[in-house]
């Protein structure tokens, strides 16, 4: 037999005949690797031995994994040791934050481009849910006092610029100039939109429009003594 007959068993290493193999695609041919069923099998309980003492870092915590009883495929395609490494890796951090802010040249507002909720940017941060501007504000300012809160004042609600932000109380924030609640336009009229008079103010600080409380009251009066006079009929 001719030398390019034969060839080395893969596995003991004696020669055996070549056995050629037609391929599924194509005309090409693959040789016989291995001399006999038994070094087959042999060879495949070695690869399947080496397989399973294999091992990897995990991704998160650096630490070497095997594949367990997972299969080649699944072990290859694995990055983490176990679900709470894997949960870690899915915990954002400051810099992922940092990473989803837009800056605009035009006002230079870092705007948020992730998730949102009643038009501010949220996103999870150790383990809690938070908005972004006020974890960024917090991450380079510090945490912010209790009672008090973040303002904007650019306006851009998704903005996460520090600059664009100020400590103020719940009523400074409500009432700002950039604010378009029913409270901040209502507190920006100097006129009644009624009859046009001036407001005043009782000693609380509400204000009111004395000519039209005065007609309201008219209004009432007149209404409760045409009902009792109804009733003594």
């Not at 909720?117 to 849910?129: I, M, P, T």
Request: proline residues 5%; contains cysteine.
């Amino acid at each position: 037999m001719h030398d390019k007959d034969t060839t080395r068993c893969a596995e003991c290493g004696r020669s055996c005949a070549a056995v050629n193999r037609r391929r599924p695609v194509g005309d090409a041919f693959r040789e016989k690797r291995y001399c006999s069923k038994h070094c087959y099998n042999e060879s495949r309980r070695k690869r399947k031995e080496a397989f399973r003492e294999s091992t990897k870092p995990c991704k998160q915590c650096g630490q070497p994994f095997g594949p367990g009883e997972r299969k080649q495929s699944e072990f290859a395609k694995r990055q983490f040791c176990s679900d709470r490494c894997w949960a870690d890796a899915q915990q954002n951090t400051i810099e992922s934050l940092l990473q989803k802010l837009k800056i605009d040249p035009s006002t230079s507002c870092h705007l948020w481009t992730g998730h949102k909720s009643h038009h501010y940017g949220v996103s999870k941060l150790a383990g809690r849910n938070i908005t972004v501007h006020r974890a960024i504000s917090e991450h380079f300012r510090g945490p912010v006092p209790d009672g008090l809160q973040l303002d904007h004042t650019c306006g851009a609600k998704l903005c996460c610029n520090v600059d664009h932000l100020r400590v103020v109380t719940a009523r400074e924030n409500s009432l700002a100039a950039t604010s378009n609640n029913m409270a901040a336009r209502n507190h920006r009229r100097v006129k009644c939109p009624l009859c046009g008079g001036p407001y005043s103010a009782f000693p609380n600080g509400i204000r009111y429009c004395k000519p039209c409380r005065h007609a309201q009251q008219m209004r009432y009066q007149r209404k409760y003594r045409a009902a009792k006079r109804n009733q003594q009929e």
